[in-house]
C-alpha cells in the first residue's frame, strides 16, 4: 500500500503540470484573441472612415479632389496581388480611371506574371507591341513581374563583366572590375530592364508589401495601401494622388 | 530609515514592469513573432522641434528610444534588428549637422561596448552595414573594433546601417561577384548568365542575416528612402504616425499585432516564390 501511495505521488506532479500547462495555453489563447480583436475593431473603424471619405470623394462633391495637380507624378507604379489581378476587368477599370485624370506613365506589376499574360497579351494582339510596354492612347503602360527584379540586375551585372573581360585595356592594367552605379543603370537600360523610378506606388492586396517590384526603381517611391483590388473604388484612388501632390521629400537632407 | 526604504523601490518596480512585459510577450507569441525587424528612425529633428529642444538633443533622445525598442525587441525573441542609422544621402546635409551626427555616433558606439550596456546584456553581435570607407576615421575604426568585439558573440544580431543605401550595397555585392568571377576563370571565358542573384545575395551586407519580417519607418512617411529595397520583398511595411522618439513599447505591440494578422498571406506568397 505504501509503495502504491507512492507511485502515485511520484506520477502526479507531472499530470498536474500538464493539466496545468494546458490551462495556462488556453488562458494566453484567449488573452491573443482579445488583443487582435480590439486590432480588428480598431482596423475596421478606420476602414470605415476611409470608406465613407472614398465615396464621398466618387460622388464629386469635394472639389480639391477633382482637378488634381499631378505635376511631381511623372511615373506611377501598382502592385496587385497575383489572386485578384486574375479579375482583368479590375484592372481594366483602374486603368481606365488613371486614364480619365490624365496620368501618363503606369508600371503594373504583380509577383506571378499574371497581369503579363492577362492584360499583357490583349496589349500585344491589340497593338502589336512587345509584352512589357504599350502604348494606349496616351498613356504608356509598362507590365512587370518578379523575374524583372533582382534577376534583371542579376543580368545586368552579367553585362558588365562580358563588357570589362572583352576589353583587355582594363583587364592588362590590373585593375579590379569596379562599376558605378550609372554604369548598372546603363546596364539595366542596354539589356531592357530600365524603366522609370515611379514616384508612387500604389499596393492593391490584403498587406502592404511590395513583393518584389524591382529594387532598383524604388529608392525614394511613396508606397500607399490601397486595400483589396475587390473593394478598389475611384474615392480612394483620387485620395492617394492627391495627397501625394501634397508630399514634400528632403532626399536625405 | 525613510531613505533606506525608498531606494529598493525602483528596483522592485522594475521588476514587476520586467514581469508585465514577459506575460504580455508570452501572450503575443501565441502567434507567429517576427524574427528580424527593421527601422528607419525617421523624425528625431521634427521631434526636437516639437518638444522645443535642441536639434542635436532629437538625436540623443533617439539613441535612448532605440535601446529601449532594442530591449524590448530581444525580450520578445527577435533573433535580428537592423537600423538605419545615417544614409550616404545624409552627407548632403549641412557640414555642421554631420560633423555632429559623426560624433554622436562615435560615442554611442563606444558606449555600447561599456560593461552595462545592451551589448553585454543580450550577448549582441553587432554588425555595420555600408561603405564604411565613406565615414572618418574614427567613426570607420570604431565600427570596426565593435564589430571585431563582439563577433563571437551567440545572441541576437544587430546591424546599424551608416553611409548606407541599397543601391550601394547592390553596387557593392555586383563588384564582389564580379571580381570573384574574374579570380575564378581564365581568359576568353564567357560570363553570359555566371552570376546568379544567390551569387548577389551572398555578397549583400545582409548575408548573414534572414529577410526582415517587419519595415518600420516613423514619422508617417510612406518611402523607403534606399533601405533593404532588395530584402524587403515580402516585409511588411509600417508607417506609424509618431517621430522616432517616441516609439514605445505599445507601438512595438501593435506593430507585431498587425504582422501577424498578415503574416499567412505574407508567408504564402513567400512559399510561393521559392517554389517557382
Redo the contacts between chains.
Sequence with gaps: MYLAHGITRALAPPVQKFQSSIILKWI??F??YL??LV??LV?MVCFLNHLLLSSIISTGLLRKYQNLKLNNLNCLAIVVDSEEAEDITKTQKLLSWLSSIDVKCITLYD??GVLKRTIGNDFKSMTNTSLRECKMSKMTVEILS?SD???G??????F???K??KDDSL?CNGT??????SQ?SNALEAIGYKGPDPELLLVY????????FP??R????????MGSLRFMNYGSLARALYDFSKKN?N??? | MEKHSQRPEPKNLNSVWRFLRRCLF???S??PMPKHIAFIMDGNRRYAKKMQIKEGSGHNVGFTSLVSSLQYCYEMGVKYVTVYAF???????KPEEVGSLMHLMKEKIDQLLEEESIVHKFGLKLNFWGSLDLLPEPIRSAAEKAMVHTANNTGPVLSICVAY????E??RA??K???R??DKTG???????????T??EENLDSASCSEPDIVIRTSGE?????FL??Q???????SPNLFWPEFSLRHLI?SV??Y???YP??EA?RK??QE?
Design positions: 494566453l489563447g488573452c491573443w488583443l487582435h486590432v480588428s482596423d509577383l506571378q518578379l527584379g533582382k534577376e540586375i542579376a543580368k545586368a551585372a552579367n558588365l563583366i562580358s570589362y573581360m583587364r579590379k572590375p569596379t562599376f558605378s552605379e548598372v492586396g490584403p498587406a502592404r508589401c511590395h513583393l518584389g529594387p532598383w524604388l529608392r525614394y517611391t511613396e508606397i500607399i495601401h521629400q532626399y536625405g537632407k | 508570452s501572450v503575443l501565441f502567434g544614409s550616404i544621402d545624409n552627407f548632403k546635409r543605401t541599397s543601391t550601394n547592390i553596387l555586383i563588384n561577384s564580379c571580381a568571377f574574374e581568359e576568353g571565358s564567357d560570363p553570359a548568365n555566371s552570376i546568379l542573384v551569387d548577389l510612406t518611402r523607403l528612402s534606399n529595397l532588395w524587403s520583398t515580402f516585409s511588411h511595411l509600417q501593435w499585432l498587425e501577424q494578422k498578415v498571406y505574407l506568397r510561393l516564390c517557382s
